[in-house]
């Protein structure tokens, strides 16, 4: 029996781990296996191992590897960088006010929130526009003199628009306020070089990159005040304890060395698809939108919502004909809210329940694309056939 193919389109969720990384990694496993710390062979192949990984990384960023901390994925980069700048500023007296985004991701919105509800912050969200970026100039506006941190998203996981990262940073240097940046979904695609950006602190997954689930990144400038959020040995420079986890080490590193090498001709190659995706969508099917910039988003983001189709629906029909997507951020897949980012942006609630995120990657093909044209206008006048307070707005 002839398995179905299936097309994966849920890139923007995790990337499977390319075989040259699984490779890198694997004697780390069984041959290579000495905890770090220690002073015998065993420990300093280890050792050696996680600073040519580093090394690796800072030649990427253009920072010094003592500016690196390996993390074990980019929820805890994000809780780090900002729960570590937020608490030693406001215990030196620097003040309590942070900064953001109605469009990031949990992992810093959550944090945010904690920090406000539990710890005595306050926050002012800058808003976006109906493209989902947010203008520096409202950042700098927002900015008071007890404002110690500012984060903003690099790329959007839901709607793929980018931000104007180094305009915000250069802000935010002149007003001498951390800036952090959540680069987890950007990290496959743009630069990083984090001089250029004007970042204090910037965080990377490796599942998103082709690495491992559970390996990440925090970059943090050279004297940035971070309190650690474990305690423990003195791991990572004192930044983050704990016995490090050597082969996702080197192979985020290895990772992050491949996608710098493909880049170029993998970013042309996916914006042409996504590009294709995107107008086949809008031409096939009525009241279909594109959410996120027209221009300015990641190469492999295509967002859309439709009238009268709801996410869950459009995700089960496209499952069944073997195309696997999502309706926003993973984590929020099965809530029957729009998604914040949505709201944010400012599109109707009855149009944010019909969301849907098809995002390209490595191994996505001109025929999947052709594929998800010809599926996918079928599936969204199935659904609208069986709603019955859909109208077709003319
Ligand atoms: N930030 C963004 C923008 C993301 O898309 C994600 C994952 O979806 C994360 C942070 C969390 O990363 P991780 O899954 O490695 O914890």
Known sequence: ?????????????????????????????????????????????????????????????GCSPKEIVFTACGTESDNLAIRGVAWVQKQAGKGNHLITTPIEHHAVDHTFNQLCQNFGFEQTMVPVDRYGVVNPADIEAAIRPETVLISVMYANNEVGSLQPIAEIGALAREH??????????????????????????LAISGHKIYAPKGSGILYVR??????????????ENNRRPGTENVPYIVGIAKAMELVAAKRNAENLRQAALRDKLIAGVLARIPDSH??????????????????????????????????QAASGSACTTG????????????????????????????????????????????????????????????
């Open 1 to 61: 029996m002839s398995e179905k193919r299936t097309i994966y389109l849920d890139y923007a969720a995790s990337t499977p781990t390319d075989p040259a990384v699984v490779e890198t990694m694997l004697p780390y496993f069984t041959e290579i296996y000495g905890n770090a710390s220690g002073s015998h062979q065993q420990a300093r192949a280890s050792a050696r191992a996680i600073d040519n990984a580093r090394q690796q990384i800072a030649d990427i960023l």
């Open 176 to 201: 001498g306020i951390a800036f952090h940046t959540d680069a987890v979904q950007a990290a496959g695609y743009e630069s990083l070089v984090v001089d250029e950006l004007n970042v204090d602190l």
């Open 222 to 235: 050279k004297n940035t005040p971070l309190l650690p959020s474990f305690t423990g040995g003195g791991h």
């Open 290 to 323: 594109l959410t996120g910039h027209p221009t300015e988003r990641l190469p492999n983001n295509a967002s859309f919502v439709f009238a009268g189709a709801e996410a869950d629906a459009i995700l089960m029909h496209l499952d069944l004909a073997g195309i």
């Open 335 to 394: 809530m029957p809210e729009p998604s914040h980012v949505l709201t944010a942006m400012g599109i109707p609630h009855d149009l944010g329940l019909g969301a849907l995120r098809l995002s390209l990657g490595r191994y996505t093909t001109e025929a999947d694309i052709e594929t998800v044209l010809e599926v996918l206008p079928g599936v969204i006048e199935k659904i609208r056939t069986l709603n019955p307070v859909y109208e077709l707005a003319v």
